[in-house]
């Protein structure tokens, strides 16, 4: 897409070895899996929302207008004060990932006021799980906690979108705490506040009880949880007062086993990108030098890094990755606080959101 992020690439396995086009994805999950998804996927908007996400807030020309271009593909996701995952109409409903990383971004951006993201929090607090939840027995539920985020609304409020069921996923958890906490209605409101509290403890246990290291429902990597956790911290001083010192502890330890002969050497680009990223919020610098340099081998000839698999569809083994993503998240993994201090004001001019390949 000449305005914005390229749609993501999918692929059946974790290696990309084979990828194929949203466009041509029901076919082949037809035919390889024997299942319909229910609807067509059509080209997203989230590459465009993490691109914006990974933006430096914008200080040339240059980011300014492309900061402006991904705002413009991401509100063509929005229907009222959601986002969709897709772009086009295909039944798939918003959700409070999608929601929680794209109004987050908009507002740091200054692409929202505000105003809108006080509208766009009060109606994210609404897909928290109601007090009184309890697990149910159809699709596929889980076991739901009172007043944490769930992925989805259970409200039916938009129009033709297809029932996903009741869930929760604790990367998307994150990414909607964050934007909770980017406005004061927590500070207001005791529902709000609640929800905030709530939520912030399931992270914290999920995050200590180890399950992280399974993936989550639709982020394979564990270390995709620990990046998205750390953003918290390096953001909100009461993240970081709960998080801390658990996420420095877990991130050693995964990355200490993660990257031993016996489980493979080094790990691949983006999850050394999330690792890199999830180090600096923390104000880890105790081998960041390595880091960089290891992410930096892997840099393909043409200035990209290689697709690696950053969500999954659900149920399916179906994943989502393109070289765009991984070298947005490579170049912001090298662009970081140290990196930053030594290099001149433009050095990263607008390469987060315009990788090649």
């Given amino acids: 897409m000449d305005d914005g992020a390229p749609s993501a690439q999918l692929s059946l396995d974790v290696s990309f070895s084979r990828s194929f086009s949203g466009a041509r994805a029901r076919a082949v999950l037809r035919e390889h899996l024997g299942a319909d998804p229910g609807f067509d996927l059509a080209d997203e908007a989230f590459t465009a929302m993490v691109a914006l996400m990974l933006l430096p807030p914008a200080a040339t020309a240059e980011e300014k207008s492309l900061a402006l ?20 109409a295909n039944g798939f409903p918003a959700d409070t990932d999608c929601t929680g990383l794209a109004v987050g971004a908009l507002y740091e951006h200054g692409l929202l006021t505000p105003a809108d993201l006080t509208a766009h929090v009060a109606d994210l607090l609404h897909a928290a799980a109601p007090a009184d939840s309890v ?8 076991a ?3 007043r944490v985020f ?13 029932r996903r ?4 996923d604790p990367v998307a958890c994150a990414n909607a705490l964050y934007t909770a906490q980017l406005s004061d209605l927590h500070a207001a409101s005791e529902s709000a506040a609640a929800v905030v509290s ?16 399974d993936g989550t429902r639709y982020y394979p990597s564990p270390d995709a949880f620990l990046y998205a956790l750390s953003r918290l911290c390096a953001r909100f001083p009461s993240s970081a007062q709960v998080y801390s010192a658990p996420l420095r502890r877990a991130l050693q330890e995964h990355e200490e086993a993660n990257s031993s002969p016996r489980n493979g050497g080094e790990p691949g680009p983006l999850a050394l990108a999330f690792r890199t990223l999830a180090a600096d919020n923390l104000g880890l610098t105790a081998g960041q030098d390595q880091r960089h340099a290891l992410l930096a081998q892997t840099q393909q000839s043409d200035g ?4 690696s698999p950053y969500y999954r569809m659900g149920r399916f083994p179906v994943y989502f990755g393109s070289p765009y993503l ?32």
């Fill in 198 to 213: 709530t939520s912030t403890r399931y992270l914290a246990e999920h995050l200590e009880s180890g399950r992280y290291l």
């Fill in 304 to 307: 990209s890094w290689p697709a």
């Fill in 326 to 357: 991984t070298t947005a998240f490579a170049l912001a993994a090298l662009r970081t606080r140290q990196t930053l201090e030594a290099a001149a004001p433009h050095s990263f001019s607008g390469r987060t959101a315009a990788p090649t390949g």
């Fill in 69 to 88: 271009r991904l705002g413009r593909q991401i509100e063509a996701a929005r229907w009222q004060r959601r986002y969709r995952f897709f772009l086009g």
């Fill in 150 to 162: 769930m992925v989805y609304w259970e409200d039916g409020l938009e129009p033709h979108a297809l």
């Fill in 165 to 168: 069921g009741r869930k929760h």
């Fill in 144 to 146: 739901l906690r009172a």
């Fill in 135 to 142: 697990p149910r027995p159809y699709g596929d539920d889980d």
